[in-house]
């Protein structure tokens, strides 16, 4: 685990790091109740605002036959907001700027300044927000 700012864990969040796993923190918050499984690498930019009730996981815990089961990198770039109960999934990158509307589940890259939403994800409008 790597610290290259000033991160804030509220309350009850939970970070597990397996024997494989590469965590670095830029700087930001997460809001109470995290849930971060890290067995390949999660890297998170400076200025992140996670949200209460977030999951990000780069690994399925299990694998499948015939799928793609091994864990894959998440990269999370600055200035991102993550919203409440939302999930980020292995193989994703989450752009500059970009906001994850409450409850979404994010399977796929986020293009920088723009807000994205829903079951799965999908790109809504551009966005500019402020900390």
């Known amino acids: 685990m790597r610290l290259n700012g000033n991160f804030v864990l509220h309350k009850h969040c939970n970070v597990r790091i397996g024997k494989d796993g590469s ?14 499984d890290c067995h390949c690498s999660i890297v998170i930019g400076d200025g992140v ?13 299990h694998k499948i036959v ?3 089961s091994a864990p894959r990198p998440i990269s999370i770039g600055d200035h991102v907001w993550i919203g409440t109960r939302s999930t980020i999934l292995k193989g994703v990158t989450i752009g500059n700027g ?27 409008r551009p966005i500019e927000w402020h900390l």
Do not use: C, F, Q
Not at 23 to 36: I, K
Not at 103 to 115: A, I, K, M, Q, T
């Open 23 to 36: 965590l670095t923190l830029g700087s930001g918050y997460a809001a109470d109740n995290l849930r971060m």
């Open 49 to 61: 605002a996670i949200a209460s009730d977030v999951t990000i996981m780069d690994t399925d815990h």
């Open 66 to 68: 015939g799928s793609d």
């Open 98 to 124: 970009a906001v994850i509307a409450a409850g979404s589940v994010v399977n796929r890259d986020v293009e920088p300044g723009w807000l994205y939403g829903g079951v799965p994800a999908r790109k809504i």
